[in-house]
T-cell receptor
């Protein structure tokens, strides 16, 4: 079956530091890949997505590239802000399964001033 | 648009009680989903629906039931609540083949 593995957290950074959160996946065929963000006390929001190999998703300074050869979708940001503190989830979906999302376990990010 | 709405926001149940978590969406999405999120864990799919009258099990359906009589509503029923069902429950919806899911704010349920 499908699975998503994220780097273990939590991650604590200082403001303006570089962020990488690793994500690898196992799936048959060609899944779509996502990063969702969850701010404290809220539901999940889509941060970015990529639907085919070599696509780069980007939003709010975050980027991730769909690497089929390494089955990875690592999240990066060049300079984090305190407001980026949240839980980040990597996920995949396939249309053949009703577009169901399979999530990683999430990575808690804390950015200190 | 209100998007995806869920009620209640919080609930405490006693073991053996039952309740229905409500979910509604006003985006005319065909697909709807129920997930649970346990502390420090990712989301697990409980049930999903690809249209009115059609539902299917996800990864962790035991102890839950769903129905989908209209496009807008997708209630989740807990029968005989157990402490293992203490969790945060999220409802989501999406267009077919669009992949992006829109999430509600969640219901925090505690079973004592």
């Amino acid at each position: 079956g499908n699975s998503v593995t994220q780097m273990e957290g939590p991650v604590t950074l200082s403001e303006e530091a570089f962020l990488t959160i690793n994500c690898t996946y196992t799936a048959t065929g060609y899944p779509s890949l996502f990063w969702y963000v969850q701010y404290p006390g809220e539901g999940l929001q889509l941060l970015l997505k990529a639907t085919k190999a070599d696509d780069k998703g980007s939003n709010k300074g975050f980027e991730a590239t769909y690497r089929k050869e390494t089955t990875s979708f690592h999240l990066e940001k060049g300079s984090v802000q305190v407001s980026d503190s949240a839980v980040y989830f990597c996920a995949l979906s396939q249309e053949t399964s009703g577009s169901r999302l399979t999530f990683g376990e999430g990575t808690q990010l804390t950015v200190n001033p | 648009n209100a998007g995806v709405t869920q009620t209640p926001k919080f609930r405490i149940l006693k073991i053996g009680q039952s309740m229905t978590l409500q979910c509604a969406q006003d985006m005319n999405h065909n697909y709807m989903y129920w997930y649970r999120q346990d502390p420090g864990m990712g989301l697990k799919l409980i049930y999903y629906s690809v249209g009115a009258g059609i539902t299917d099990k996800g990864e962790v359906p035991n102890g839950y039931n769903v129905s989908r009589s209209t496009t807008e509503y997708f209630p989740l029923r807990l029968e005989l609540a157990a402490p293992s069902q203490t969790s945060v429950y999220f409802c989501a919806s999406s267009y077919p083949a669009r992949n992006e899911q829109f999430f509600g704010p969640g219901t925090r349920l505690t079973v004592l």
